[in-house]
């Protein structure tokens, strides 16, 4: 590894990947040294801007370069050969979202970077939204087995806040239209991250549904999950895409003494009956949140010892757990357990579950 920046090259360049290697450079913790595309004509501005190499062959591309950090932004299904390659050569991952297309591959993959000894890292900037990091940090601070409810609203419309955009999968039999595993990701990490991994999810799709008159929303799956967490935690999670602008992500907990709002940019606190204790109003940058995710990363790569990553694969591969549970239930019409695929992993001793 470099001293002082990581070596780093893009696997693909669509969901604005120049863009995110713009902002990672600007940390001056990353060095772009090459990058790639199937259309090679598609990093021309890059190879000027960085003075870097270029490839339109992915296999060339990983076997040729040394490299510290791969960015992958193409989806799995065209390059997983060539990412398994690039960990294998001791190269740290940075995926954008989804970790990978289902829990049996993100745990391999995640299991193969530990064996190599180098991270496979899920890029979820939306994580450190300011919103969602102070309540993180407030939630810290209270005794969370007084918490009885959480109901979590994602309505996608077009201020709906995505740092990355999504990289909607076409085909429902790979990811389940895709609103929980492309669109609500950094969503249901939040959930995981925080309460640990429910116990039980019940999942209704409207993708799943025969009756073509329940299907309001344009997106491939509208989402309705109810879950069961530990010390009698319930809650319910709501997404669905539509025509025109949606309501920014709310996130409501309740409990006896207190009632919690938060979004990527307001943290809330209510008494019982509703009137605010305290209110804080966060600026809101997608750039913002993608450069500290890049900080993040950046700083545990280069110093281990001295910075822990956030952004760290037991987070990841639980809340994959969970998608998967989630589409599961939904075609087995039955509440699944989330934790029973972490279990055939060898992760039972995983902080979230």
């Excluded at 990093?43 to 060339?60: E, G, H, L, P, T």
């Excluded at 909607?168 to 669109?183: E, M």
């Excluded at 329940?214 to 109810?226: F, P």
């Excluded at 239930?329 to 902080?351: D, L």
Aim: proline share 5%; charged share 20%.
């Amino acid at each position: 590894m470099s001293i002082g920046k990581l070596k780093t090259a893009s696997l693909g360049l669509g969901r604005g990947a120049e863009y995110l290697l713009d902002l990672a450079c600007s940390t001056g913790l990353y060095e772009v040294v090459s990058v790639s595309d199937s259309i090679l004509s598609n990093a021309a501005d890059a190879v000027q801007k960085y003075y870097c190499s270029a490839f339109d062959d992915y296999r060339q591309f990983v076997l040729q370069n040394d490299i510290d950090v791969l960015l992958v932004a193409e989806p799995l299904y065209k390059c997983i050969e060539y990412v398994r390659i690039a960990i294998n050569k001791k190269c740290n991952i940075i995926k954008l979202i989804p970790t990978a297309t289902n829990f049996e591959q993100a745990a391999e993959l995640i299991g193969l970077a530990e064996k190599n000894n180098v991270k496979y890292i899920t890029a979820a900037p939306a994580r450190f939204a300011p919103g969602f990091e102070r309540l993180c940090d407030y939630l810290k601070t209270i005794d969370r087995r007084e918490l009885s409810f959480v109901n979590i609203c994602a309505s996608f419309g077009g201020d709906f806040f995505q740092p990355i955009v999504s990289n909607q999968q076409a085909d429902p039999k790979l990811c389940g239209g895709g609103v929980l595993l492309t669109d609500c990701f950094e969503l249901l990490s939040l959930i995981v991250e925080n309460f640990s991994l429910p116990q039980q999810i019940h999942t209704l799709m409207t993708s799943t549904i025969a009756d073509r008159k329940a299907k309001q929303y344009l997106g491939e799956d509208t989402v309705t999950a109810s879950f069961v967490g530990d010390n009698g935690l319930i809650g319910t999670f709501l997404a669905a895409k539509h025509v025109g602008s949606g309501t920014v992500v709310p996130v409501k907990i309740y409990g006896p003494q207190q009632n919690i709002i938060a979004t990527p940019n307001r943290l809330a606190v209510m008494d019982d009956e509703g009137s605010i204790i305290s209110e804080n109003k966060y600026p809101l940058k997608p750039d913002k949140c993608i450069t500290e995710m890049f900080i993040d990363a950046g700083r545990a790569l280069l110093e281990p010892d001295k910075y822990k990553l956030r952004n760290n694969s037991d987070l990841d591969l639980a809340t994959m757990a969970l998608v998967e549970a989630a589409y599961l239930s939904s075609r087995t019409g039955v509440p699944e357990s989330p934790r029973r695929f972490v279990e055939m992993t060898e992760r039972e001793n995983s902080p979230f579950v």
